[in-house]
């Protein structure tokens, strides 16, 4: 946690950095048993989950491929509605089995409307993997099997996620 300490004195600890990195390192044991022999593309949704997937495809043993795609910021940052495409992903995905890695689980727009479009593209299978869920927010409902915390509905911020665009490199979690 030192590094947060000369950046960050506001907010609350939610996750310390040592329970991430535990829930990580899980994540992609279950990944590793899962895919073992099925060499996935793992895509990372940017910008939000850029750290826990470093942290997470650094964990994985398995054969894989990592690719990224952006959609247009939304939800609580701007006024709700669709999030819109801004890069798709620059591997071919048909045929391959696809994990998306996305930082928190919200309402699920965002989730759903990533795999209707991927879907598109003729996978032979999608998951999801989110860091963070908040269930007792959720409008659509999303399969995901790879969680790693279900949290209350906080506004949280740090490793990866924003509080208006900054605090994105904090390496525990806080809620405001
Ligand atoms: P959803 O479409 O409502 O599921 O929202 C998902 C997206 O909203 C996430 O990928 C985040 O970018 C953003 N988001 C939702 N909750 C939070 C939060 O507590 N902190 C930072 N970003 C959040
Ligand atoms: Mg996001």
Redesign the pocket.
Known sequence: MEPDIQRHTRGKLLLEADAIQQAVRRIAGQIDRDYEGKDPILVC?LT?AFLFFSDLVRQLTIEHQVDFIRLS????STSPGK?AWLMGPSLSIRNRHVLVV??????????SCIETSLRMLQPQSIQFVVLLS?MS?RRRSVLCPYVGFDIDD????GYG??LEERQRSLTSIYHV
């Open positions: 949704v939000g910021a939304y939800g609580y999030p996305d930082d928190i689980l919200d309402t699920g727009e965002t989730a908040k927010r906080h506004f949280v911020y996620l924003d």
